[in-house]
């Protein structure tokens, strides 16, 4: 309702390998499935948003956030304002030079919102850097081990 959408676009992972997980096999290795309530529920919610007539893009192979980026890029491609509302803080690698790209995530409650300056104001890196950032200092969540010895700091300061 605050935002006014114009399109909305919602995506979902499936459960096929991604080309991440075929390049390293212990990408999110350490992650536990999707809790059993939550599966249940997901082809309800797909038919719901069907029948408000939202499209759904999900695609074997590819992340959600995936498809969500290639999305975000095409927008800014055509000068499209976007926003992105996702739990993925790997996400906000999209902001771009021109501040059409919003990332909302929430975060304890609250919707925490990230463009390009709100990702260096909080991570010390601009959103291009974020691939480079994440392999240098690594990502527990995703499992990426990173470079011993460097943390968070060292990487920002490198980059």
């Given at each position: 309702?605050?935002?006014?959408?114009?399109?909305?676009?919602?995506?979902?992972?499936?459960?096929?390998?991604?080309?991440?997980?075929?390049?390293?096999?212990?990408?999110?290795?350490?992650?536990?499935?999707?809790?059993?309530?939550?599966?249940?529920?997901?082809?309800?919610?797909?038919?719901?948003?069907?029948?408000?007539?939202?499209?759904?893009?999900?695609?074997?192979?590819?992340?959600?956030?995936?498809?969500?980026?290639?999305?975000?890029?095409?927008?800014?491609?055509?000068?499209?304002?976007?926003?992105?509302?996702?739990?993925?803080?790997?996400?906000v690698q999209l902001?771009?030079?021109?501040?059409?790209?919003?990332?909302?995530?929430?975060?304890?409650?609250?919707?925490?919102?990230?463009?390009?300056?709100?990702?260096?104001?909080?991570?010390?890196?601009?959103?291009?850097?974020?691939?480079?950032?994440?392999?240098?200092?690594?990502?527990?969540?995703?499992?990426?081990?990173?470079?011993?010895?460097?943390?968070?700091?060292?990487?920002?300061?490198?980059?």
């Amino acid at each position: 309702d605050d935002i006014k959408p114009e399109n909305l676009v919602v995506s979902f992972d499936l459960k096929a390998p991604t080309h991440r997980h075929k390049m390293y096999d212990q990408y999110k290795a350490n992650r536990k499935g999707m809790p059993n309530e939550l599966a249940e529920q997901l082809p309800i919610i797909k038919e719901v948003l069907q029948a408000m007539n939202i499209c759904i893009i999900e695609k074997e192979g590819y992340e959600a956030d995936d498809i969500l980026g290639t999305l975000a890029k095409w927008g800014q491609a055509n000068d499209l304002e976007v926003t992105i509302l996702t739990g993925d803080r790997d996400s906000v690698q999209l902001g771009d030079d021109e501040g059409l790209t919003t990332i909302l995530i929430p975060s304890k409650g609250e919707i925490v919102k990230y463009n390009k300056q709100e990702v260096f104001e909080k991570m010390e890196v601009y959103p291009n850097q974020i691939v480079d950032y994440k392999a240098l200092c690594g990502d527990s969540s995703d499992n990426i081990p990173g470079i011993r010895g460097i943390g968070p700091k060292s990487a920002s300061s490198l980059l």
